[in-house]
């Protein structure tokens, strides 16, 4: 359980959310292309992808004198644009499973006119 609770903590910022969107669609970027995306200082990019980097979302290496980072888990941008689009009704599972409304790991269909 703590694996996800760091995850989660990881995630748990707008701007860190932001990074993981520009990683996942664009894929690797240094930190420098990072900072002129977000709009704040290197140091604090550089903090915000430490934090994603500890829970283990982002990756990184050494290019040159550059630091290039690309997402690790893309499950996690699937997570992220599956809870986006939620609104409150069985369609979520629709887009978060590609599986039939309301049906996830070892539930059955129910119909709804029963």
Known sequence: MSRQVSVFKALAHETRLRLVEILAE?????????????GFDQSTISKHLSLLK??????????????????????????????ERMNGDRECALVCTG????????????????
């Not at 050494?62 to 992220?80: A, S």
């Open 26 to 38: 664009e894929g690797e970027k240094c930190v420098c292309d990072l900072v002129s995306r977000v």
């Open 99 to 114: 599986g039939e409304p309301g049906i996830g790991p070892g539930e059955e269909s129910v119909n709804d006119e029963e």
């Open 54 to 83: 500890a829970a283990g979302v982002v990756s990184s290496r050494k290019e040159g004198l550059n630091v290039i980072y690309r997402l690790r888990t893309p499950c996690v941008y699937q997570f992220m644009k599956c809870v």
